[in-house]
């Protein structure tokens, strides 16, 4: 097997990887976290959000979603100078899954909403109205980040198969 042939058999199980690792992180908000905080008051579910808001944005959670986002890009480039090349069809699918649904969807829905939330006093009078509509439309668009992430990882999957 030539060396370009290996690299690339890497970036694809590394997308792979990556996109099924983020789709069990956003499985986890929509099955169990989201709701475990919904439970709690509104001033405590706000406050813990906003902890959890803080510590995501480390090395080992961005490393692995914005590394997923660049090995996409580096594979539907390939994808399309190679487009006879075995499997290009899922890695071109795989990568969009991942771009759009994942890595645009929260860009342009989930943090805003967390950047809104993060200016919330959530010992105010309106907090428990805002609270639930947040809970309620943040978990709706991480229920399609979780879904995208997890047709990602099957497209990269199948691509892996056929190569």
């Not at 789709?23 to 706000?46: C, E, N, Q």
């Not at 902890?51 to 979603?65: A, D, E, H, K, P």
């Amino acid at each position: 097997m030539s060396a370009p042939d290996q690299i690339h058999i890497a970036l694809v199980f590394v997308a792979l990887l990556g996109s099924g690792l983020i789709a069990g992180v956003f499985f986890a908000f929509s099955a169990f976290v989201m709701k475990a905080l919904v439970r709690l008051s509104s001033a405590d579910g706000i406050s813990a959000m906003q902890s959890i808001n803080i510590t995501v944005l480390n090395r080992w959670f961005l490393g692995v979603f914005l590394g997923t986002a660049v090995v996409c890009v580096l594979l539907l480039v390939w994808s399309f100078l190679l487009w006879n090349q075995a499997g290009s069809l899922y890695l071109i699918t795989g990568s969009a899954f991942y771009l759009i649904g994942s890595l645009m969807v929260t860009g342009l829905f989930n943090v805003p909403k967390n950047e809104a939330l993060e200016k919330v006093n959530s010992s105010t009078v309106d907090s428990e109205q805002l609270w639930h509509n947040y809970v309620s439309k943040w978990t709706n668009w991480n229920h399609i980040r979780t879904v995208a992430s997890l047709l990602a990882a099957a497209c990269f999957g199948l691509g892996l198969a056929s190569v």
